[in-house]
């Protein structure tokens, strides 16, 4: 069983013409796809995927995605260890060279002490 939820961090919409005050796109969607808690409760499988558009990319969308297992002693408090493999496409991030197109695959982990 999975359960999948919707999100989007909105930043508040501005009069038509005026420049956002950062740099995020105002509600970039994304969504995530959590399995339940397995392993004696002690871990869970999720994928996300988000678009990601920045006023230094000249808002050129940027597409993420996470597949990952969090391991913690009680997941249902939120916190825990999450180990992914993440894949990003889209315009070159960093630096003067924006118009590039890049496509990045990494490892990683995330530590959430909520």
């Known amino acids: 069983m999975f359960a999948i939820s919707v999100r989007s961090e909105i930043d508040p919409v501005l009069p038509t013409g005026m420049a956002?005050?950062?740099?995020?796109?105002?509600?970039?969607?994304g969504f995530e796809i959590t399995s339940h808690i397995f392993g004696n409760n002690h871990?869970?499988?999720?994928?996300?995927?988000?678009?990601?558009?920045?006023?230094?990319?000249?808002?050129?969308?940027?597409f993420?995605?996470?597949?990952?297992?969090?391991?913690?002693?009680?997941?249902?408090?939120g916190r825990g260890i999450?180990?992914?493999?993440?894949?990003?496409?889209?315009?070159?991030y960093y630096g003067q060279f924006f118009k590039r197109e890049e496509?990045?695959?990494?490892?990683g982990a995330k530590f959430d002490i909520n």
């Not at 956002?20 to 969607?29: K, N, R, T, V, Y």
């Open 64 to 77: 993420n995605s996470q597949i990952g297992i969090k391991r913690g002693g009680d997941l249902k408090n």
């Open 20 to 29: 956002p005050q950062s740099d995020a796109l105002f509600a970039p969607p």
């Open 103 to 107: 496509a990045r695959i990494g490892l």
């Open 43 to 62: 871990s869970q499988a999720y994928w996300a995927n988000d678009l990601q558009m920045w006023q230094r990319t000249q808002y050129e969308p940027m």
């Open 82 to 92: 999450s180990y992914f493999l993440e894949f990003t496409t889209g315009p070159e």
